[in-house]
């Protein structure tokens, strides 16, 4: 069975500082992908990244960075000088990797991030 | 239209009362997904449209609970006799193709159930 789990429920930090989001997952497909989604106040879930199982390359867009380590299961996710408009819950995600249909995705439970001004 | 479109945004339903839930897709989106999301928790997987077909269902947590695309664009989900846990957002998300294309979600119907 497939599972997510987001260990840290609620992260509070202070503006500039830099923040981990943790993220576990349990999978017997051997080609899957990872995600993390933001969803701010106004409910809207917002892609931020896909991650192919097979590549393993950290990834750095802005502020935002992630670091895939298949040999922990761990897919974590780090913002750099937070901002206040970074407030919002987050969540990883997994889903298998086909070619014949679209595949579900399993949320985790999500990390509320606060950044404070 | 430019993104996935739910309606109605909130709903009040008194407890046994019957409500549908619209979701319009992207237009050309063959894949569309229901997601339900308790207050604090991830969404949780429903059911999966491809065009028309109903393809999974495992996700609809009782036989009050029924999903359909006739047309393979516009979805809607019934709930039928509402009971108060039954209140949740409820997510729709679309996808281009089969396979793998990337998902957009709309911003929900967030139900309560009194």
């Known amino acids: 069975a497939q599972k997510v789990t987001q260990a840290q429920t609620e992260i509070s930090v202070v503006e500039k500082e830099d923040v981990t989001l943790d993220c576990v997952y349990e999978?017997?497909?051997?080609?899957?992908?990872l995600f993390w989604y933001k969803q701010p106040p106004s409910g809207e879930l917002v892609f931020l990244i896909r991650r192919n199982s097979f590549d393993e390359q950290n990834e750095i867009s802005g502020r935002y960075s992630w670091n895939f380590q298949k040999s922990t299961s761990s897919f974590n996710f780090t913002i750099t000088a937070s901002q206040v408009v970074d407030s919002a819950v987050y969540f990883c995600?997994?889903?298998?990797?086909?070619?014949?249909?679209?595949?579900?995705?399993?949320f985790g439970s999500g990390t509320r991030l606060s950044i404070r001004p | 239209g430019a993104g996935v479109s739910q309606s109605p945004r909130y709903k009040v339903a008194k407890r046994g009362q019957d409500v549908a839930l619209r979701c319009d897709p992207i237009s050309g989106h063959v894949s569309l997904f229901w997601y339900q999301q308790a207050l604090g928790q991830g969404p949780e997987f429903l059911t999966y449209?491809?065009?028309?077909?109903?393809?999974?269902k495992s996700g609809l947590p009782s036989d009050r609970f029924f999903a359909e695309r006739p047309e393979g664009s516009v979805s809607t989900l019934k709930i039928q006799r509402t009971q108060q846990e039954d209140s949740a957002v409820y997510l729709c998300?679309?996808?281009?193709?089969?396979?793998?294309?990337?998902?957009?979600f709309g911003s929900g119907t967030r139900l309560t159930v009194v």
């Open positions: 449209f491809q065009n028309e077909a109903q393809l999974d």
């Open positions: 999978t017997r497909d051997t080609t899957y992908y």
């Open positions: 995600a997994l889903s298998e990797a086909r070619d014949s249909s679209a595949s579900k995705i399993i």
């Open positions: 998300a679309s996808s281009l193709a089969a396979g793998f294309y990337g998902y957009t």
